[in-house]
């Protein structure tokens, strides 16, 4: 379930810090009772860039086989392994 709160409660910067490390979410901070901002840990910001970057390469890979380019797809797929270590 995310987590909303709004922006007067950022004073609580410990707290704040503390809600974003034990939670693999986003929280959402919320401004007059409209989203405004998204906070998050450095471990979870890291973990939704990998994704991204893992969900990228296998969409260019699944495009490059689909195109027959089936070396170009199997070089992307090793980097990808090479580089987090799949």
Do not use: W
């Amino acid at each position: 379930m995310p987590h909303i709160i709004p922006i007067r409660d950022l004073k609580d910067t410990t707290a704040i810090s503390q809600l974003c490390n034990e939670s693999n979410e986003p929280v959402y901070i919320t401004k007059n009772g409209y989203g405004d901002m998204v906070i998050m840990s450095m471990k979870t910001y890291e973990q939704k860039m990998f994704m991204a970057d893992v969900y990228e390469k296998l969409a260019t890979a699944e495009k490059e086989i689909k195109g027959g380019k089936t070396s170009d797809a199997y070089e992307g797929l090793k980097e990808l392994r090479e580089k987090y270590g799949l």
